[in-house]
């Protein structure tokens, strides 16, 4: 948790001082107040993660501060902890009833206060960033809801009736949906139906309100996508522990949907890992070469500004390119000398052959295009479909380049390496007939920041003396 901005109003100098001090344990930034009116000027001046309010204190006592921030759009969902001596019934209820997240008493302060600080901060900080849509024809229900939960931290949005709640879906994709039965237009039923039938919306929670008199109608909604129902008139109260919960179940089903899939993503990735380990300890020339074409093609990528996602795929494509060599005899593929027609025929069917491989296997769906095609040219001269241009997967495109440097920067029984600026000057001269040239570009920008680029290297002057690999 980031260092949590609290501020104590305390008209006691000594029990300012105290608190400050007992708040040296969690790291806080503390600001101090010495009177309700002080602390609500302050509280709207800066942001705060929580209040701390004594009740007893001159020009406002605490629970009109609560009240007041509580009333404020600005302030209603910065949580209050009431601090006071005063540890009867009605009095703790008092502090619920103006808005507070917790009460303690000064007694149990020392033991007490800093397991509630965290306690608060963390249910804050979950409901900060969650929307909640609640749908109900009484302008008094959606009102005190809505002030109800955002008091809490919810951001909130509201309709009258199941049509324009479906309406607002299209713009927002809510945590949790609130939701009344009867409604003119579209009722909670119906409407409960409509968003279940949304893919994207089957697993947000739906919550449904109404009277007593609709008991069994909800419980049978139970049964047809409703996750809990709650009978009207509720405490508000009684609605934020409830959304809280259900909330926090979906957010431990969505952690460990995520986690499963983590695991899946890791075993597949040690599974590409072996066979590329197999395929290139075959060949001790190319050793290396999937790694250094990943580590170019992301390289690239990041230049070319690819989100994350885009970026772990194209490097598992990049480190997958060659994958079909793996069916190719030694007799063929580690062959010295020069091929015969038929021979280079069959190392051409390595990129069909890779896909092959790939296809049953649904999470490498969106990378096969770049398998398939990354010995396509831009000119269509290139193998196996003779696509021109942006015909050919970008991606595809990327590994292009990376297979040509690595091609040219690495030791062949034939050839030792090329200079780097050689190697620059092929690269440049491929543009437009072999390689992309915005791929290029990106090339040459992600060198430079590598700051593998000689600074004297004139990438036209030299002409092309080396052809690149199959
Ligand atoms: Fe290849």
Redesign the pocket.
Known sequence: MPQPRILIVEDSRTIRKMLTKQLDEIDARVTEAVDGKEGLEKAKDKNFDLIISDVDMPKMNGFDLCKKLKSDPDTRSVPVIILSTNDREEHVEEGFRVGASAYVTKAKAGEELIARIKDVLTRSAFSRNRLILVVDDSKLVRKSVRKGLSQAGFNVVCADNGQKAMHLLEEHLPDLILSDINMPIMDGEAFCRAVRAREDLQEVPFVVMSTESDRRVMREMLAHGASAFMVKPFHIEQLVITAEKLLSDHFQLLLKERQRLDTERNMLLDTIASLVQALEARDHYTRGHSEEVARIATGMGRVMGFSPQDLERLEIAARL??I??IGIRDEILLKPGRLTDEEYDIIKG??VQ?ADILSPIPSMAPIIPAVLH??ERMDGKGYPHGLKGSNIHLWARMIAVG?VYHALTSQRPYRAPMPMGQVFEIIEEGKGGHLCPDCVEAFFLFMDQCRDLPPQTNRKAMPSTAAT??
Do not use: T
Request: charged share 25%.
């Open positions: 390119h060659d079909g060599k390595h990129p890779g990354h010995h297979d690999n199959a």
